[in-house]
């Protein structure tokens, strides 16, 4: 197989000449310039350099602030859980108390305990206070137990009516707040 063909040139007798173009010398300030223009070129990557580490810490700074509300936030939370816990607990406690404090002031306990540790028993007799609706003589009071009923039947009349109605709920307000705290407590 045959080569490619080549060109060749005939060698020309002497040195061959470098293609260089010649430069003009620079002035002397052209150094001058260029040392400003290099410490204008750092100026500006140090004010850059600066500006970036700002930026940087910056965002730490920011970043840092939210992961510690959001730590507080948490501990808060977990703070909020335990009290309603507490709350829940002392609630319960609370409404035992009152069931217990109910239970051991019935009359019939009270009485009992009365009985046997303080060697009391039963009264005589029972005597009832009643509030006259109007005036009271002196001879009403004095007199027999009808008499006192006579005045009481007229004083039933009018606005003792309704003094003796505000009397007998308020009674029986007061009756309930004291017999009845174990249904109080259990409303809760």
């Known amino acids: 197989m045959g080569q490619a063909a080549r060109r060749v040139e005939p060698r020309v007798a002497g040195r061959p000449q470098p293609r260089l173009r010649l430069i003009e010398p620079a002035p002397a300030t052209a150094g001058r310039d260029a040392r400003t223009r290099a410490r204008a070129e750092e100026a500006r990557a140090r004010a850059l350099f600066g500006t ?5 810490v910056a965002f ?3 970043g840092s602030v939210r992961v510690a509300l959001i730590v507080r936030a948490t ?3 977990i703070s909020e859980t335990r009290l309603q816990a507490e709350i829940k607990a002392q609630r319960v406690e609370g409404d035992q108390l009152e069931v217990d404090r109910s239970s051991l002031s019935t009359p019939s306990r ?3 305990i009365a009985s046997a540790t303080l060697q009391m028993g039963r009264p ?8 006259p609706g109007g005036e009271v003589t002196a001879t009403a009071e004095a007199s027999s137990p009808r ?4 005045v009481n039947a007229e004083s039933a009349r009018g606005l003792g009516a309704v003094i003796g109605a505000v009397l007998d709920m308020s009674a029986g307000e007061a009756q309930s707040l004291l017999v009845g705290e174990l249904g109080l407590a259990g409303s809760r």
């Not at 005589?124 to 509030?131: G, P």
């Open 75 to 77: 501990e808060m939370s």
């Open 52 to 56: 970036f580490l700002f930026v940087l």
């Open 60 to 62: 730490v700074a920011l």
């Open 110 to 112: 009270i009485e009992s």
């Open 147 to 150: 008499a006192a009923a006579s």
């Open 124 to 131: 005589r007799s029972v005597r009832y206070i009643t509030l």
